[in-house]
């Protein structure tokens, strides 16, 4: 030990914190055209936060973006609506719906499809529309095998495409943030953080999150082990009956992929105590994106999804 | 609240690195269920036994190839401590990935397996360790189930270690018998050796100071942007940045270089939080008395410990790049938040990494060399050493043709 500190030692959230505000930081004074992702979900919750405190007194060096695919839960649209206007920051809204009504990609129908997959072409457009040269995003290293590999700042060619094997090294904290024209930035300040970092952050800064991560009664149907919200947008097969029980959502994306758990988790609290418990990973819980092969997660990155 | 080390574990397959990994993370309850029983299945559709590596190596080349293309990073939690584990691969690339690994650890563990002792990769990544100065080294003796827990074989490689570590200036080098196969020594100490009397592998990096952070040496705050107040409440502009040495007060009479020109820290703030004091790696605003010329790369110092400001610099570089460096190249500099132009004007030597000697470098640096260079830089740089200071003495040199980043740099 080099002496008496003259500090105290930082919290690993601290550290966690000032890290991710430095990348904040970096990329903001590094590239002119950059966009946070902000989905309503609890990451890019904290990814606001730590936007206030890498820039305020003054405004965020950039917009607010969410790709919308039309089949979000409405209370999480609400919440970001609400969370944009009290922040006082602009907020763009791209729409899955607007990329198909202008004949940019063709709508999926029947029981088991999804928007997810269709929100990557609505993304590269708006990116492409607003010319934006990098995009903050909330993505952890803890959620899939694919992101333990992937930079901080991470490089997506003219394609939006992802290649793994040809990343620049990244060192110490020095970002290289320099783009060609048509590349882009993904850039992650809370890579290192995991599921229970945010939930504790979440905690500890007293942030307001959607109402669907706490414990609710919900109308729900079984399919593959998982649970579905019993709404007309997602096509029940034959035998799946809904039922009303208490859950939550452990994570928040499109309705048509995402599962609840079941849960009596009502506090932040409680959840932080149901996570530090739980031997199921979020993404393997209450995700279907996935679930779809081995590497379903690269291939979807390498084609340039989030 | 715990507090966070960030570890870099270096070895191959053949040390059982992957095997350790995935002991640290299953005995530590990091494995959620979905994830092994996904390695179970992928494990039992190739026929084969279960194969923990599968956790890490999460690339699709990686899984049909067998093998780890780059560094991994991965955390894991236990009671007492939070790490974040960059894992770097030992075959291919290994200097590169080494390097990255090491550049952010406050502890490297080395794999050696127990029936080779110290070899040549051994040597490797110990001088990378002491190259990067990481804190702390541990030294893990795996396999020791396979030479019958032999006190003896432990002690000659301990003594081999310590020769090592002594001939490249590691103060630090913990030797740890273990058997990560059968989960011997790893996170709970093991009946099979009852002449070892430190602690299992988990327990001393829990134990281990986080010493890698100098908050008694002069302040360093490099300004990444100026904050504009929105509207006359906000106040007047605030530099932001990070702390990157010593520790710094409200009240200090600080200097602004390369200009040089002086103010008082007013105050120090996170967002409505005021600090008194701030230390290492905290990110802060900070509002001096007056308004002075400050910009983005500009470094603020307290008076009275102005660092070198240097156009010329000895550097060691490890070279990331396939097309050789050679004399007279033109590349960017990015040292904290300062990016300039650099030309290397001559490249003095190679390190060769089987003598540990410094041999002749006529043909300029090849990818994974490690080597001497003297650089001149376009703006003078406020700079310290790297063994001064990790956070400070540190920097990167990035092609500007093609944007990639191809060298790790030291200031000498």
């Given at each position: 030990?080099?002496?008496?500190?003259?500090?105290?030692?930082?919290?690993?959230?601290?550290?966690?914190?000032?890290?991710?505000?430095?990348?904040?930081?970096?990329?903001?004074?590094?590239?002119?055209?950059?966009?946070?992702?902000?989905?309503?979900?609890?990451?890019?919750?904290?990814?606001?936060?730590?936007?206030?405190?890498?820039?305020?007194?003054?405004?965020?060096?950039?917009?607010?973006?969410?790709?919308?695919?039309?089949?979000?839960?409405?209370?999480?649209?609400?919440?970001?609506?609400?969370?944009?206007?009290?922040?006082?920051?602009?907020?763009?809204?791209?729409?899955?719906?607007?990329?198909?009504?202008?004949?940019?990609?063709?709508?999926?129908?029947?029981p088991r499809?999804?928007?997810?997959?269709?929100?990557?072409?609505?993304?590269?457009?708006?990116?492409?529309?607003?010319?934006?040269?990098?995009?903050?995003?909330?993505?952890?290293?803890?959620?899939?095998?694919?992101?333990?590999?992937?930079?901080?700042?991470?490089?997506?060619?003219?394609?939006?495409?992802?290649?793994?094997?040809?990343?620049?090294?990244?060192?110490?904290?020095?970002?290289?943030?320099?783009?060609?024209?048509?590349?882009?930035?993904?850039?992650?300040?809370?890579?290192?953080?995991?599921?229970?970092?945010?939930?504790?952050?979440?905690?500890?800064?007293?942030?307001?999150?959607?109402?669907?991560?706490?414990?609710?009664?919900?109308?729900?149907f079984e399919r593959d082990g998982m649970l579905y919200?019993?709404?007309?947008?997602?096509?029940?097969l034959?035998?799946e009956?809904?039922?009303?029980?208490?859950?939550?959502?452990?994570?928040?994306?499109?309705?048509?992929c995402?599962g609840?758990?079941?849960?009596?988790?009502?506090?932040?609290?409680?959840?932080?105590?149901?996570?530090?418990?739980?031997?199921?990973?979020?993404?393997g819980e209450t995700r279907a994106d996935d679930r779809a092969?081995?590497?379903?997660?690269?291939?979807?990155?390498?084609?340039?999804?989030? | 609240?715990?507090?966070?080390?960030?570890?870099?574990?270096?070895?191959?397959?053949?040390?059982?690195?992957?095997?350790?990994?995935?002991?640290?993370?299953?005995?530590?309850?990091?494995?959620?269920?979905?994830?092994?029983?996904?390695?179970?299945?992928?494990?039992?559709?190739?026929?084969?036994?279960?194969?923990?590596?599968?956790?890490?190596?999460?690339?699709?080349?990686?899984?049909?190839?067998?093998?780890?293309?780059?560094?991994?990073?991965?955390?894991?939690?236990?009671?007492?401590?939070?790490?974040?584990?960059?894992?770097?691969?030992?075959?291919?690339?290994?200097?590169?990935?080494?390097?990255?690994?090491?550049?952010?650890?406050?502890?490297?563990?080395?794999?050696?397996?127990?029936?080779?002792?110290?070899?040549?990769?051994?040597?490797?990544?110990?001088?990378?360790?002491?190259?990067?100065?990481?804190?702390?080294?541990?030294?893990?003796?795996?396999?020791?189930?396979?030479?019958?827990?032999?006190?003896?074989?432990?002690?000659?490689?301990?003594?081999?270690?310590?020769?090592?570590?002594?001939?490249?200036?590691?103060?630090?080098?913990?030797?740890?018998?273990?058997?990560?196969?059968?989960?011997?020594?790893?996170?709970?100490?093991?009946?099979?050796?009852?002449?070892?009397?430190?602690?299992?592998?988990?327990?001393?990096?829990?134990?281990?100071?986080?010493?890698?952070?100098?908050?008694?040496?002069?302040?360093?705050?490099?300004?990444?942007?100026?904050?504009?107040?929105?509207?006359?409440?906000?106040?007047?502009?605030?530099?932001?940045?990070?702390?990157?040495?010593?520790?710094?007060?409200?009240?200090?009479?600080?200097?602004?270089?390369?200009?040089?020109?002086?103010?008082?820290?007013?105050?120090?703030?996170?967002?409505?939080?005021?600090?008194?004091?701030?230390?290492?790696?905290?990110?802060?605003?900070?509002?001096?008395?007056?308004?002075?010329?400050?910009?983005?790369?500009?470094?603020?110092?307290?008076?009275?410990?102005?660092?070198?400001?240097?156009?010329?610099?000895?550097?060691?570089?490890?070279?990331?790049?396939?097309?050789?460096?050679?004399?007279?190249?033109?590349?960017?500099?990015?040292?904290?938040?300062?990016?300039?132009?650099?030309?290397?004007?001559?490249?003095?030597?190679?390190?060769?990494?089987?003598?540990?000697?410094?041999?002749?470098?006529?043909?300029?640096?090849?990818?994974?060399?490690?080597?001497?260079?003297?650089?001149?830089?376009?703006?003078?740089?406020?700079?310290?050493?790297?063994?001064?200071?990790?956070?400070?003495?540190?920097?990167?040199?990035?092609?500007?043709?093609?944007?990639?980043?191809?060298?790790?740099?030291?200031?000498?």
């Amino acid at each position: 030990m080099s002496g008496a500190a003259l500090t105290p030692q930082l919290s690993s959230l601290d550290a966690l914190e000032s890290e991710a505000i430095h990348i904040m930081r970096e990329l903001a004074a590094e590239r002119e055209r950059p966009v946070l992702l902000f989905s309503g979900g609890k990451d890019s919750i904290v990814l606001l936060r730590l936007a206030e405190k890498a820039f305020r007194p003054g405004r965020f060096p950039f917009p607010v973006m969410h790709v919308d695919t039309g089949h979000n839960f409405p209370e999480v649209t609400a919440y970001r609506d609400r969370r944009a206007a009290e922040l006082g920051e602009r907020l763009i809204v791209a729409s899955v719906q607007d990329s198909i009504d202008a004949g940019r990609i063709a709508d999926v129908h029947g029981p088991r499809s999804s928007r997810n997959q269709l929100q990557t072409v609505t993304l590269l457009d708006a990116i492409a529309e607003h010319r934006f040269d990098a995009c903050i995003g909330g993505a952890r290293r803890d959620e899939e095998r694919s992101r333990a590999k992937e930079r901080i700042f991470s490089l997506r060619d003219d394609f939006g495409g992802w290649d793994p094997r040809s990343q620049r090294p990244e060192l110490w904290d020095l970002y290289n943030a320099r783009v060609r024209p048509g590349e882009h930035l993904r850039v992650f300040p809370i890579s290192n953080w995991t599921e229970l970092d945010v939930w504790q952050y979440v905690e500890r800064e007293g942030l307001e999150l959607p109402s669907i991560y706490f414990a609710h009664e919900r109308s729900v149907f079984e399919r593959d082990g998982m649970l579905y919200a019993d709404d007309p947008i997602i096509e029940r097969l034959p035998g799946e009956e809904p039922f009303t029980t208490s859950v939550r959502y452990r994570t928040v994306g499109d309705m048509t992929c995402t599962g609840a758990v079941r849960s009596t988790a009502a506090t932040i609290t409680d959840v932080v105590a149901e996570i530090a418990s739980s031997r199921i990973t979020e993404r393997g819980e209450t995700r279907a994106d996935d679930r779809a092969s081995e590497a379903a997660m690269e291939d979807r990155k390498r084609e340039g999804y989030f | 609240m715990s507090d966070l080390l960030r570890l870099a574990t270096c070895g191959s397959v053949d040390d059982g690195k992957s095997t350790l990994l995935g002991r640290l993370l299953h005995d530590t309850r990091q494995i959620a269920d979905d994830q092994l029983e996904h390695v179970r299945d992928v494990s039992a559709r190739r026929g084969g036994e279960l194969d923990l590596a599968l956790l890490t190596d999460g690339l699709r080349a990686e899984r049909e190839q067998g093998i780890t293309i780059d560094v991994a990073y991965r955390s894991f939690v236990t009671e007492r401590r939070r790490f974040i584990l960059a894992d770097c691969p030992g075959h291919e690339q290994y200097t590169r990935n080494m390097v990255t690994g090491a550049s952010t650890a406050d502890a490297a563990v080395l794999l050696i397996d127990a029936r080779y002792g110290v070899v040549s990769q051994t040597r490797r990544h110990l001088a990378i360790a002491a190259l990067l100065r990481v804190p702390h080294v541990v030294v893990a003796v795996n396999k020791m189930d396979l030479v019958a827990w032999s006190q003896e074989r432990f002690d000659e490689i301990v003594a081999d270690v310590r020769v090592l570590a002594d001939g490249l200036g590691v103060a630090d080098a913990a030797c740890i018998p273990l058997s990560a196969l059968e989960g011997d020594n790893v996170v709970t100490k093991s009946a099979a050796a009852p002449w070892y009397t430190g602690p299992a592998l988990v327990p001393y990096l829990e134990e281990l100071p986080l010493d890698g952070l100098d908050d008694t040496g002069p302040v360093r705050f490099p300004v990444q942007l100026i904050i504009r107040p929105d509207g006359e409440a906000g106040g007047g502009r605030r530099y932001a940045g990070r702390i990157e040495r010593g520790t710094l007060r409200t009240g200090d009479a600080v200097v602004a270089l390369p200009s040089g020109r002086e103010a008082v820290v007013e105050a120090i703030e996170i967002l409505d939080e005021q600090l008194e004091v701030a230390g290492p790696s905290l990110s802060v605003n900070v509002v001096l008395d007056r308004e002075i010329d400050i910009a983005r790369g500009d470094l603020l110092v307290r008076r009275g410990e102005e660092p070198n400001v240097r156009r010329e610099l000895e550097a060691t570089l490890c070279w990331m790049s396939d097309r050789h460096l050679k004399p007279g190249q033109r590349l960017l500099l990015k040292a904290g938040a300062r990016t300039t132009r650099a030309v290397v004007d001559e490249v003095r030597e190679r390190l060769d990494l089987e003598s540990l000697q410094p041999v002749a470098a006529p043909d300029g640096l090849a990818l994974n060399d490690l080597g001497r260079v003297r650089l001149r830089v376009a703006d003078a740089v406020p700079a310290d050493t790297y063994a001064e200071c990790r956070a400070t003495g540190a920097f990167v040199l990035i092609d500007d043709a093609t944007n990639d980043t191809v060298a790790a740099g030291m200031i000498a």
